[in-house]
């Protein structure tokens, strides 16, 4: 095999071919460093300059068929007379210490474009799960660590739980992107922190804000954004309700007596939360009415819930306030415990809730981010490597991140 070859096949440049080695189901291609004819030291600029020993190192290269291969390379030492200092040759076809070429790791980048998993990728090419995992690590810092933000003017804000409710992880996404631009650990006010120093240092002007009705969430907008429209994001406010149709679901099945009715109730939880257009199955539509026909609490609960959207599909800004009140006003007549609640709360906010009427913004985008960051928590993907998680969800929208394994 000559220099030429090497270099066109593998990038290898600056060694000579010595031998092959066949080992195993491996290939181990022998190489040596070549010298300089004239060496000047790195540290001192003197010419004194001898050799100073072999340094022995193997690389794990492109697969030669279906066998994996290896460059073992012999490193070339030198040592300076005059500073003392010593060194060896560069290897320009890898970096730092690590234990491939760069051709191995564009492979492997390429592997995880075409929609394998990373666990797919190790067992093809014969190397451990953390090896894949380093070289999309290091690929996807390398691009996303510092995400530019400086024109970013829409953004929503959520947290997800990432271990069972109990370590929590707060999002940004650029909603005319759909890119995640900032992870922060926690839920409150500090977990926004890193985000705000990073829009007032890159200038970003941040025009509109969607998040759900967090008080920590709210205040942090409202201190650093003042001038932005901060939406609470309706998917929020129809799942406050919908917890509210459950409780009372519940509250409901607990106090009957009656066991036919207790029959009728038991296991209605999907069809009460279901909108009544989404719900096609004759049997289920008359079970549904037999439900509302025979408990009050539920009936009242259920069309309190259907006629929810009617805040968001009026013609101006006064008119969904109106139909806000009134919807309260509703709520509270029913005597029931946690719609009062509710009503209670969607007063106390009704500004960012109608702040919907002056930026239409929905949260599409995020669905689609939320359903994948279901996927890795259901793999566990990432989850031992908190940087590499963080980095992952960064760059969610990237070709190579394979979220599957």
Not at 69 to 76: A, V
Not at 100 to 110: A, E, G, H, K, W
Not at 256 to 275: C, N, P, Q
Request: proline content about 2%; overall charge positive.
């Amino acid at each position: 095999m000559n220099d030429s070859l090497l270099y066109q096949a593998y990038g290898v440049k600056y060694c000579s071919y010595a031998s092959t080695e066949y080992k195993g189901n491996a290939i181990y291609l022998h190489l040596k460093t070549n010298s300089p004819k004239r060496c000047i030291c790195l540290h001192c600029g003197g010419h004194h300059v001898i050799k100073y020993g072999i340094v022995k190192r193997t690389l794990h290269n492109l697969p030669f068929g279906s066998k994996p291969c290896y460059l073992s390379l012999q490193i070339q030492r030198y040592c300076c007379k005059d500073c003392g200092s010593a060194w060896q040759s560069e290897i320009p076809f890898t970096h730092g210490e690590v234990s491939y070429t760069y051709r191995f790791s564009r492979y492997v980048l390429d592997l995880l474009r075409m929609g394998n998993t990373i666990k797919d990728v190790s067992r093809h090419l014969r190397v451990g799960w953390n090896m894949v995992k380093d070289i999309h690590k290091k690929y996807l810092k390398s691009r996303y660590s510092r995400p530019d933000i400086r024109n970013v003017r829409r953004i929503e804000i959520d947290e997800f739980a990432t271990n069972k409710g109990h370590i929590y992880k707060t999002i940004v996404v650029d909603l005319d992107t759909g890119r995640i631009i900032h992870v922060g650990e926690g839920k409150g006010k500090d977990a926004l922190e890193g985000f705000w120093k990073r829009v007032r240092r890159n200038k970003a002007k941040i025009e509109i804000v969607t998040s759900d009705l967090s008080a920590a969430f709210i205040a942090s907008v409202m201190e650093n954004a003042p001038d932005a429209v901060h939406v609470y994001d309706k998917f929020h406010v129809v799942k406050l309700v919908n917890e509210a149709v459950d409780t009372v679901r519940r509250y409901v099945y607990a106090q009957e007596t009656d066991l036919e009715k207790r029959k009728i109730i038991k296991g209605s939880r999907w069809l009460l939360l279901t909108k009544d257009k989404d719900v096609f199955d004759e049997y289920k539509k008359r079970r549904l009415d037999n439900i509302l026909q025979t408990n009050t609490p539920l009936f009242h609960a259920y069309y309190l819930k259907e006629d929810l959207d009617q805040i968001w599909m009026q013609k101006s800004k006064e008119e969904g306030e109106k139909q806000l009140c009134y919807w309260c006003e509703r709520a509270r007549e029913t005597k029931l415990k946690p719609f009062i609640k509710v009503a209670n709360t969607l007063m106390a906010k009704r500004t960012g809730i109608l702040a919907w009427y002056e930026a239409h913004v929905t949260n599409a985008t995020l669905e689609g981010i939320n359903n994948k960051i279901k996927v890795m928590k259901r793999k566990a993907y990432g989850f031992r490597y908190d940087e590499y998680f963080k980095l992952l969800l960064l760059g969610l929208k990237d070709s190579t991140n394979a979220i599957r394994g």
